[in-house]
């Protein structure tokens, strides 16, 4: 996001805060919220791709409303008024194609009223039909929506299905499909949008979900202060959050404002700043000295610490204007000393995600089989952390980038296990500050390290830079 | 438990603070501020001066605060001239070093010929051309190389740099009034003959506000710093490029003028002189650069994109009375290189080119260390 993007957001934050506390209207936050996600979905080559991709967003919302709510709740008088809102907004977007010939309120490019209105109808019937519908949604239901967003997800992240899906757009809107590329497919916040309906899904199956109008399940999902950027928050959090408001506007605007100025600090002076000079694609084999890439390496070490955390401060401080508490996303990861405690602080949410719903059952289960306990380890612990690379990327580096990780938490656990036991724990306080800093210093390089097969995007191009940091001939 | 705040006078405070920073500090500190540089101190000088239109691929840029332009430079590095003899270099894109390495470039293939004076001291040449054609751009720079105490100083330029309307327009100048209107007092040079009334910058070009894109650019210039150190690039060299046009329109005006209607009055000839008048005892060589001789279709009318012949022609025989008259030291290259060795302008030439060209020049600068 441009620092323009966020000033619009902080600025509609303080006054759509205030609304809220006074007016307590979830649907405020809705439409705000709607708007948003047309507003900050990028335009791309494909024509109205960026229209139809928010669209389409909710349309997956509204269904993973209707299998994880209950008919009672489904059926409620209160829905229906959700999706006259809904298509208001809708409504409001095509108007704006007319009232606002400067597109001072730009958004993405809106198709003609004549050629979105069929579509538009179909969806609302979809939406209505749904939405009336009293009969239980059994679990194949619950699994098919999980299915069609980790396909959706798949297509997305992996750059070969990406172009392809780019090709069919491009041969459906009649434009050129040799131009066709992975990157034209930007779905702007669906990485989050998924991990949250996957969330609630899941929680469903295991029912400990609560009963969550539609007006407050899209909210949650799109909530714009943390749409692009995370975090994943807990919906049973968050709708707590959502409906109760405790405290003072004054007290939130202190402390949202604070976290804010943080966050932009962060974001635009360091990590920007950091930009300048970070490792990338373009620059990894330029430097012409063992050193120079030591500092390329450590510069995007540290920008993308600081642009993400930045980012996630922005939205917390957002999110606290409405009152509404958003989690912790990094608590100083670099400091800790060792790998596990690293995971543990570094995009909490993300990881405690992954630990709820894959770690955690995988774990189970293969305990059942019996299987010997640095086995299961082995599998749960790699398992998880390519898993994790996937999400970023279908690429091989992304791979190596999980496997990287999941054998540093292995060995860290085998070597904390053998270390304990040939040398405990001393009381002496500065041995045992000498071992942190010791561990926090090779946690950092190992992060630090892992980082090259992340921000450079085949094998051969970490491999060589590798070479270059230790001083080896490529 | 968190102090109670006392909005209002927090709100004063920070009002004061922002008055106090742009109306008192900033004019203040304005004129010394280009000078903090990382440069030469963590981060090794540069070759050339910042240029660049792409830097994020360049690590370079295009800033107009000259002192930060000259603390970025290797010569800067130096306090003491007394190991060396420095030759400094002035001129346009060409002695940049446009498509070219610094040690590509004129004053890089100088430095590699090792020159030294009879007692074996050596030469060390310094950069200090500019892209964009002005002439007034060069003696903005001239004025400020003599700080570093040059011990010959060699003018390279072509006629394009001339042109009365051409003196003005390049940011360099255009950015920096102050110095430029110093400048035309210092040599009774006259701004309205180059089509402006006043180069008295306004209050608000030196406020914060005003100074926002100054500062921000300094602290990029910084910070492209550290690539620059790391990769020793300061210049996107893509792979491809358009050549120099050789075949040529059958336009013969020459910047509005008809054949034969460009005389030494429409040429910013003072500007030259007034360099004479600058460098004072400093040696100074002037140089009329090389350019494209086309062989293609209307070559019969024009040399190349930038020139008609009558034009270039007629310019060479006004530099010719000029020089002599001024008792210029002047030195006429204009068709050393040959027309294949020229890259994406008729200005610009291969790294051979500039080999041959740095091998012309030699002799006539060791005549002034060798008399």
Request: aromatic letters at 14%; one cysteine or more.
């Amino acid at each position: 996001m441009t620092i323009q993007e966020i000033l619009v957001l902080i600025t509609a934050s303080l006054i759509l805060g205030f609304l809220f506390r006074q007016t307590r209207s979830v649907n405020l936050l809705l439409v705000a919220s709607l708007f948003f996600i047309y507003w900050l979905q990028p335009e791309t080559g494909l024509r109205y791709l960026g229209y139809w991709l928010p669209t389409l967003s909710l349309v997956i919302m509204v269904t993973a409303w209707a299998v994880t709510a209950s008919p009672e709740i489904r059926t409620q008088p209160a829905q229906l008024k959700t999706l006259a809102l809904i298509a208001a907004v809708l409504a409001a977007l095509q108007g704006m194609r007319l009232i606002d010939p400067a597109r001072l309120l730009e958004t993405v490019a809106i198709p003609r009223s004549l050629t979105t209105l069929p579509y538009l109808a179909l969806i609302f019937s979809y939406f209505f039909a749904i939405s009336r519908s009293r009969r239980s949604i059994h679990s194949a239901g619950l699994w098919a929506v999980f299915a069609a967003i980790i396909l959706i997800f798949i297509v997305l992240k992996t750059p070969t299905l990406a172009q392809q899906a780019s090709r069919a757009w491009r041969a459906l809107s009649g434009q050129n499909q040799s131009l066709a590329t992975s990157a034209e497919l930007s779905w702007l916040g669906f990485s989050y949008l998924a991990f949250r309906i996957l969330h609630t899904i899941r929680d469903k199956q295991a029912g400990r979900l609560p009963d969550i109008a539609l007006n407050e399940y899209i909210t949650y999902l799109v909530f714009f202060p943390a749409f692009v950027a995370g975090p994943i928050a807990r919906a049973d959090q968050f709708i707590a959050h959502l409906r109760e408001i405790s405290g003072t506007f004054k007290d939130d605007l202190i402390e949202g404002s604070e976290r804010i100025v943080i966050g932009l600090f962060k974001k635009f002076v360091l990590a920007d700043s950091l930009a300048l000079f970070a490792l990338s694609a373009q620059n990894a084999l330029q430097p012409i000295s063992a050193l120079g890439g030591w500092i390329l390496l450590y510069g995007f070490s540290l920008q993308i610490y600081l642009d993400f955390s930045g980012y996630t401060d922005i939205a917390l401080g957002l999110g606290r204007l409405f009152n509404i508490q958003l989690p912790e996303n990094f608590n100083r990861p670099y400091l800790k000393p060792n790998l596990t405690q690293f995971w543990s602080n570094w995009h909490m949410t993300l990881t405690n995600w992954f630990r709820a719903y894959f770690f955690n059952p995988i774990s189970r289960s293969l305990r059942k089989k019996k299987m010997p306990a640095v086995a299961i380890l082995f599998i749960t612990q790699i398992s998880t952390m390519v898993l994790v690379g996937l999400w970023h990327g279908v690429t091989i580096n992304f791979v190596i980038w999980g496997l990287w990780h999941g054998l540093g938490l292995l060995i860290q656990n085998r070597w904390s296990g053998w270390i304990k036991e040939y040398f405990p724990p001393s009381d002496k306080k500065w041995i045992q500050a000498l071992k942190d800093s010791a561990g926090t210093v090779l946690t950092f390089n190992y992060v630090t390290l892992g980082w090259i097969w992340f921000v450079l995007p085949d094998p051969d191009l970490a491999l060589d830079f590798f070479k270059i940091i230790f001083g080896i001939e490529i | 438990m968190r102090a109670k705040i006392n909005y209002p006078r927090l709100a004063v405070k920070t009002l004061l603070c922002v008055l106090l920073i742009s109306l008192v500090i900033l004019p203040v500190v304005k004129n010394s501020i280009g000078k903090l540089s990382l440069y030469n101190w963590i981060i090794p000088g540069r070759e050339r001066l910042p240029f660049s239109d792409t830097p994020q691929l360049a690590y370079n840029l295009s800033l107009f605060n000259l002192d930060a332009n000259l603390a970025s430079h290797a010569i800067s590095e130096r306090s003491s001239p007394e190991n060396e003899f420095r030759v400094i270099l002035l001129g346009d894109s060409s002695t940049w070093g446009t498509l070219l390495k610094p040690e590509e470039t004129l004053a890089g293939q100088l430095n590699q010929m090792e020159l030294s004076d009879p007692d074996g001291t050596p030469l060390h040449f310094y950069n200090f051309g500019y892209p964009t054609l002005s002439l007034t751009k060069d003696l903005l720079l001239l004025e400020r190389a003599l700080a570093y105490k040059p011990d010959l100083i060699i003018w390279l330029f072509t006629l394009e740099s001339f042109p009365d309307d051409k003196q003005l327009t390049s940011p360099l100048v255009e950015n920096n009034p102050q110095a430029v209107s110093a400048l035309f007092d210092k040599y009774n040079l006259d701004p309205r003959s180059f089509g402006e009334e006043d180069l008295t910058p306004s209050y608000w070009e030196s406020t914060l506000f005003g100074q926002r894109r100054n500062l921000a650019d300094i602290l990029r210039l910084q910070l492209y710093g550290v690539m620059w150190a790391i990769t020793g690039i300061d210049q996107y060299y893509p792979a491809e490029y358009t050549g120099a046009a050789r075949d040529l329109s059958d336009e013969v005006r020459f910047h509005g003028w008809e054949k034969g209607e460009m005389t030494a009055d429409q040429l910013a000839l003072e500007i030259l002189a007034a360099g004479k008048d600058a460098a004072g005892k400093t040696p100074l060589i002037y140089v009329n650069e090389p350019i494209l001789v086309s062989q293609g279709e209307n070559s019969d009318l024009r040399y190349n994109f930038y020139y008609p012949r009558w034009a270039y022609d007629q310019y060479r025989r006004l530099m010719s009375q000029f020089s002599t008259n001024q008792d210029l030291n002047y030195l006429d290259y204009w068709d050393l290189i040959p027309g294949e060795e020229f890259t994406n302008t008729a200005i610009h030439v291969t790294p051979e080119a500039v080999n041959l060209f740095a091998k012309a020049l030699a002799p006539q600068i060791l005549l002034h260390f060798n008399p």
